[in-house]
């Protein structure tokens, strides 16, 4: 079963995908949109599910340090009934929190000597990457 994980920003989206059998994630590609064209990405998102034989999303839903849900977890929320909405239901969507993926992502980038520029360019991607991995190994240890 694969699966893909999603870190949704206002202007981006950053994907990531998993192998067949559901266990390692890696970085997919990047989804830029006009800011808050939400329909837009939830239908390239169904598209590439579709492409990929993907079944099962796992969509990053941000929260306050304290565990409360603000606009931006709403936001989450919404798109995920998109996407249910745009599949007829075919797809199933968890939500994963997310909180401090960024922060993670940013340091392992930054020991990697990567430049600011391709920071800039793959931190949502492997946000992505990071929402999914911890949602994997969570399901694996079931």
């Known amino acids: ?3 893909i994980g999603l870190d949704l920003g206002s202007r981006t989206c950053g994907i990531a995908i998993s192998d067949e059998l559901g266990m390692i994630a890696r970085s997919y590609d990047t989804l830029r949109f006009d800011e808050d064209n939400y329909d837009w990405c939830a239908n390239k998102v169904v ?3 579709n492409k990929e034989k993907v ?6 839903c ?10 931006r977890a709403q936001i989450s929320k919404d798109f995920k009934d998109k ?4 599949s007829d239901n075919k797809i199933s969507v968890a939500l994963e929190d997310e909180r401090l993926t960024t922060v ?3 340091k392992a980038m930054i020991e990697g000597n990567y430049s ?3 920071r ?13 991995q911890g949602y994997l190994d969570r399901k694996s240890s079931f």
């Open 47 to 49: 598209e590439i599910c």
């Open 55 to 60: 079944t099962s999303v796992v969509l990053g």
């Open 116 to 118: 600011r520029k391709k």
């Open 83 to 86: 996407i249910l909405s745009l």
């Open 62 to 71: 941000p929260r306050h340090m304290n565990g409360d849900f603000g606009i």
């Open 120 to 132: 800039h360019e793959k931190k949502d991607e492997m946000a992505a990457v990071v929402i999914l």
């Open 104 to 106: 993670i992502v940013d």
């Open 1 to 3: 079963m694969k699966y």
